[in-house]
């Protein structure tokens, strides 16, 4: 179980440790269509803009949210987007059944699928979509036309969600990595009627094969180290004892 105080000493943790992380490897802002999955609701508790979670255990939830982030270059929100083809799925020793998935902001004009509920990574928990280059159980969100990425993320992306799935935690201990997954041809490679979107309003169509496509960085559970909770509840008494003489005791991890 873990402690309101250890959990706000977790959350300054992680919110360093990404900084760090941000240094090292900044947000890719090469114009394209990147697929990012953000933690937005249900029981876990969300760290870094929903990039990390906290499991509460087996039966603990994770809303997911699909977004569409297109980037330009000439600094206008103009982009939009139409088709992206793909699966999901988690890698890890933290079980976690996805399914639920619902399309968002109108992404299931014709031919839009909702991809299959299976193990198809074949590691014990259901994901969504399936394996290798077929058509058959992928994810499909289609608009009836370019939809606006119009939601500002830097000066040349924007962003639109496409859909929303839940995971349910099946295990009690272990990490986990989820992220999207886009479809390939047969050897793996770009696909061109895996993705559609539009950039800077030029009068051009891009595809996988034209420009830049791939996943984002994964949502990925926080799994605090027994010894690390135990410094930073002693921390804590240690910060309250200054502040409230007589009133502090010992967090339980
Ligand atoms: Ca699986
Ligand atoms: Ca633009």
């Known amino acids: 179980?873990?402690?309101?105080?250890?959990?706000?000493?977790?959350?300054?943790?992680?919110?360093?440790?990404?900084?760090?992380?941000?240094?090292?490897?900044?947000?890719?802002?090469?114009?394209?269509?990147?697929?990012?999955?953000?933690a937005i609701g249900g029981s876990a508790t969300i760290l870094n803009g929903g990039k990390n979670f906290i499991s509460a255990g087996p039966g603990s939830t994770i809303t997911i949210g699909v977004f569409a982030r297109v980037s330009g270059t000439?600094?206008?929100?103009?982009?939009?987007v139409q088709d992206i083809f793909g699966s999901f799925a988690s890698t890890g020793s933290l079980l976690l059944n996805m399914g639920n998935l619902q399309p968002v902001n109108a992404f299931d004009a014709s031919s839009y699928q909702l991809g299959s509920?299976?193990?198809?990574?074949?590691?014990?928990?259901l994901d969504i979509g399936s394996a290798g280059s077929t058509i058959t159980g992928k994810w499909f969100a289609r608009s009836g036309a370019p939809t606006s990425a119009g939601t500002p993320v830097d000066l040349n992306t924007g962003e639109v969600q496409v859909a929303v799935f839940n995971m349910t935690v099946m295990s009690s201990t272990g990490a986990a990595s989820v992220n999207f997954i886009p479809r390939t041809n047969s050897t793996g490679g770009n696909l061109s009627v895996s993705a559609v979107w539009f950039q800077d309003n030029d009068g051009h169509s891009y595809t996988p094969t034209s420009g830049s496509y791939g996943p984002g960085a994964p949502v990925t559970s926080f799994v605090p180290e027994p010894a690390a909770l135990g410094l930073l509840s002693l921390g804590s008494i240690a910060l309250c004892a200054r502040r409230r003489p007589g009133k502090c005791s010992l967090a339980t991890p």
């Open 117 to 125: 509920v299976q193990d198809f990574d074949s590691d014990g928990d």
């Open 1 to 38: 179980m873990i402690t309101p105080v250890s959990r706000r000493a977790a959350r300054r943790l992680v919110a360093a440790a990404a900084t760090t992380l941000a240094t090292l490897t900044p947000f890719s802002a090469d114009a394209g269509l990147i697929m990012d999955l953000r």
């Open 74 to 80: 000439n600094g206008i929100h103009d982009e939009t």
